[in-house]
């Protein structure tokens, strides 16, 4: 499985603030059969930006090796909404034509199919971050339908679907995964305890709902689109 929503780089965000804890989080995932983690610290391209992240993630990496955790760390970003037209081009995920994007917490922003639509016109490929977590989606799901049918694609987060964030959010999440308005499962985790960095979980839970081969695609076939265009921002 590819996780490609994770905070685990160390002093960058509101992840982990030692090393330590990183390493924590990452066997945690490695055993829980997660080998690819895309590191999306919070970006406002100043403090956390195309350099900071790359020697994280260098350092991290690095790290991994020296304590025989078999996973690795590609750089990625989670832009907030208002940033995205501005950031895009300088943080991908794992330098690909992927961008992961998060709205404001409680509403969809008006002019977010009108920035999808020129995102996707300018070849990214927009994934919207936690949709079921938005007070907005949460009101009404079928707001995700444009979006989805403009070229955006969207990410949930695995302890939505198990229910660890409350009856509500979760029945959204399954709603959307119903929908067939989702396209990837990730963690979101910030550290070993705040939305654990394992996705083995939800993975089953997704089994019951739509079947292995569509569970498989959320965890493991859809982020390998992403790995393989890796090097391959927009043109
Ligand atoms: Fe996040």
Not at 33 to 49: C, F, L, S
Not at 56 to 82: C, K, M, S, W
């Amino acid at each position: 499985m590819i996780d490609i929503h994770c905070h685990i780089l160390p002093e960058m965000d509101d992840g982990p603030q030692t090393l330590e804890t990183s390493l924590k989080m990452a066997s945690m995932a490695a055993e829980d059969g997660i080998r690819v983690i895309i590191a999306t610290p919070h970006t406002d391209g100043i403090r956390v930006n195309y350099e900071s992240v790359r020697d994280g993630v260098d350092h991290l990496n690095r790290a991994l090796q020296q304590h025989g955790v078999t996973l690795q760390i590609l750089p990625g970003y989670e832009i907030p909404f208002h940033l995205v037209t501005a950031l895009a081009h300088t943080h991908t995920l794992a330098k690909s034509n992927y961008i992961l994007i998060e709205f404001p917490h409680m509403y969809v922003p008006g002019d977010a199919l009108a920035t999808i639509s020129r995102l996707t016109g300018r070849g990214f490929i927009p994934v919207i971050a936690h949709p079921e977590r938005n007070g907005g989606v949460l009101r009404n799901p079928d707001l995700m339908e444009p979006l989805i049918e403009a070229g955006a694609l969207s990410q949930l987060t695995a302890s939505s679907i198990t229910g660890d964030l409350g009856p509500d959010i979760q029945w959204c999440a399954h709603y959307l995964l119903r929908k067939n308005l989702v396209h990837f499962i990730a963690t979101d985790s910030h550290s070993p305890s705040f939305r654990a960095p394992v996705l083995q979980k939800a993975h089953a839970v997704a089994v019951k709902l739509l079947g292995r081969a569509n569970a498989e695609l959320l965890t493991t076939g859809n982020p390998e689109m992403i790995v393989a265009a890796r090097n391959r921002p927009p043109q």
